[in-house]
C-alpha cells in the first residue's frame, strides 16, 4: 500500500513537471527572452529599490558619472542673457538591483543589456541649476541600458536654456564666458558622488583606457555660424592633451537648513560646473556697423578739406551726423539695454558725433572769421609769432599764403620824408629862376576834381602875374591833399587785407589743427577697439580638491 502511494505521487511529480515545462515553452514562444527578463528585473525592483537609492546600506555613496557633449549652440540672447544648446547628456552609475550576471535560467543566459523607461527604475535627479527655461522640462524621453552587471547607462538628449552673464564690451569682436552647472536638486555628496564621465581611449599598443573627461564633448557638435567655440577645434583628443578648451571644474554649495525645533544644520551639494568660451564671428557686424562707422569716419575728414568759407562744410557735417545717429539706434537694437559696460563701438560713435559737432561749431567760427575778418581788432604779436609764423610754418600754410609786411609803404616814407616847407606848398625858387620869363597858365581851382578857366580876359596873357602865385600854390596844396587822401584809403584798404588775411590764415590753421586732433582721436579709438584675446582661465588644484 506504501509502494502504491508513492508510485502515485511520482507520476503526479512527472505530470506537474511536464506541465510546467510545457507552460514555460508556452511563454518562451510567446514572448522574447528580453521580455521575460525586463519584466523579472522590473518585478523584483519594484519589490526592492524603486522608492529608494540603488544601495545595500544607507551610509553608502551612489557613485553616478556625468558628461555633457554640445550638439550645438542655437542662440545667445544678449538682450535676455540666455544661452540655448542642444546637448547630450550622460549617466552612468550601478544599480546592484538590476544585476542578473548570477542567474542559472538558460533564458537570459545569451542576454548581456536591455533598455528599459526611466519611469520603471531610480534616475538620479541631477539637473541643470541655472536653469531659465519658462517650458520647466529640459529632456527628452530617452530609454536607460542596464548591462548584466548592474551598470546603467543613460544618454538623453536636452534642450537648455541656461543663465549666461554676457560682457559686451569689446562687441562686436567679444568673447563671452558662460557656464552650465549640473548638480543633484536633493542628495547631498553624503548620498551622492558626481563624477567626470569617463572618456575611452587606445594607447599606441591597440590597447583600450578609461580617463576622466572634464571638458565638454564636441565629437558631434554641429559648427555655430555666429559662435566659435574653444574646444569645436579639439574633438575626439584625449583630455589630458587638449590645449585649447577651457577646462570645468568641481564647485560645492551649501544650503542652510532650519528644522522645525529651531536647529540649523548645514548641507552640502556637489557640482560640476562646465564652462565653454565662445568668440564672436564679427562678419556680419562688420558689414553693417563697422565698414559704414569707416566710411563715415573717413568722410568725416573730407569736412576739413572743404573751403572755410563753403555752406557744404556744415551741410555735409549735420549729414554725417545724423548717419551715426542712425548706427547707434542700430547698435542699441543689437545690444542689451542693461548692461554693466557700454561697447567700445558705441563710444566710438559718440566721439565722432562729438568731433562733428566741433567740426560744424569750427565752420561757423572760420565762416565767421573769414567775412568779418577785416572788421576785427588786428593778432596780438604773440598770437601771430605762435599761430602763423609757428603753427603755420609746421602745416605749411604761411608759406603758401604770404602776408603783407607790418613796414609802412614807400609812398608814406617818401612823403614823410619831404621838407616842411614842401607840405606847406612854398614855390621857392632860385633868383635866377625869378628872371626867367613866366608861362602863362590857367587859373586851376579844385573842386571835386574839375578845373574851369577864369572869365577875366585880362589874365589870358601869355605870362603869368606875379599876383596869381597864391592861386597856384592853393591849387597845389589841394592836390598834395587829394594825394595823401588817397594814399591813406590805399594805406587803410591795405591794413584791411592784411589784417582780413591774418584771420583767414588763421582760420584755416586752426581747422588744421583741428584735423590733426581728429586723427589723432580716431586712431586712438580704433586701437582701442582692437579685439582682445580672452584670458586663459587655468584649471587650478583649488578646484579638485574643493570638494573632498
Known sequence: ???????????????????????????????????LLIEELISRYREKGLLGRPVKEYDNLVQIKFGLAFVQILDLDENKQLLRTNCWLRYQWRDHHLNWRNWSHPLFKN?????????????????????????????????IVVYEDGSVLWVPQSLFKST??????????????????????????????????????????????????????????????????????????????????IRSVVR??????????????????KTLRYRV???????????????????????????????????????????????????????????????KNFPLIGYYYCLNMIMITLSTFLAVIVVNLHFGADRRAPLSPFVRQLVIEGIGRLYMVRQSIPLASHKPPPQQQLLSSQPQNQQHGSLATSPAQQHQPKLHMPQLKYNKFDSRRPSNAAEDSPILAGGHAGAVEKDVREVKRCLRMYLSRLKEKERKN?????????????????????????????????????????????????CR
Not at 298 to 325: D, H, R
Open 277 to 339: 568660451l565662445m568668440r564672436r564671428s564679427a562678419s556680419f557686424y562688420l558689414s553693417i556697423l563697422v565698414l559704414p562707422c569707416i566710411l563715415l569716419s573717413c568722410l568725416t575728414w573730407v569736412i576739413f578739406w572743404l573751403p572755410p568759407e563753403s555752406p557744404a562744410k556744415m551741410q555735409l557735417g549735420m549729414n554725417i551726423f545724423v548717419a551715426f545717429f542712425i548706427l547707434m539706434l542700430l547698435l542699441a537694437e543689437t545690444t542689451p539695454s542693461a548692461v
Open 111 to 143: 542576454l548581456t543589456q536591455i533598455r528599459v523607461f526611466p519611469d520603471l527604475i531610480w534616475t538620479p535627479d541631477i539637473q541643470l541649476l541655472n536653469f531659465a527655461d519658462e517650458r520647466l522640462s529640459e529632456r527628452r524621453e530617452a530609454r
Open 498 to 546: 592784411v589784417l582780413a588775411m591774418e584771420w583767414r590764415t588763421f582760420a584755416l590753421i586752426l581747422d588744421r589743427v583741428f584735423f590733426s586732433a581728429y586723427v589723432m582721436a580716431i586712431l586712438i579709438a580704433v586701437i582701442s577697439l582692437i579685439p582682445r584675446t580672452h584670458p586663459k582661465l587655468e584649471y587650478s588644484n583649488e578646484d579638485q580638491e574643493f
Open 164 to 245: 549666461c552673464p554676457v560682457e559686451i564690451l569689446h562687441f562686436p569682436f567679444d568673447t563671452q564666458l558662460c557656464q552650465l552647472e549640473f548638480g543633484s536638486w536633493t542628495y547631498d555628496m553624503t548620498q551622492m558622488n558626481i563624477t567626470w564621465y569617463d572618456y575611452e581611449i587606445t594607447y599606441d599598443n591597440n590597447t583600450q583606457g578609461l580617463e576622466p573627461n572634464p571638458y565638454i564633448d564636441y565629437t558631434n557638435y554641429i559648427r555655430s555660424q555666429e559662435w566659435r567655440t574653444d574646444g569645436e577645434d579639439e574633438p575626439g583628443i584625449w583630455p589630458s592633451r587638449r590645449r585649447l578648451q
Open 1 to 35: 500500500m506504501p509502494n502504491i502511494f508513492l508510485a502515485v505521487l511520482l507520476l503526479l511529480n512527472l505530470l506537474g513537471n511536464g506541465c510546467q515545462g510545457s507552460r514555460l515553452a508556452s511563454v518562451a514562444s510567446n514572448r522574447s527572452n528580453e521580455k
Open 252 to 269: 560645492c554649495r551649501t544650503v542652510t537648513f532650519q528644522s522645525a525645533d529651531g536647529k540649523q544644520y548645514n548641507r552640502t551639494y
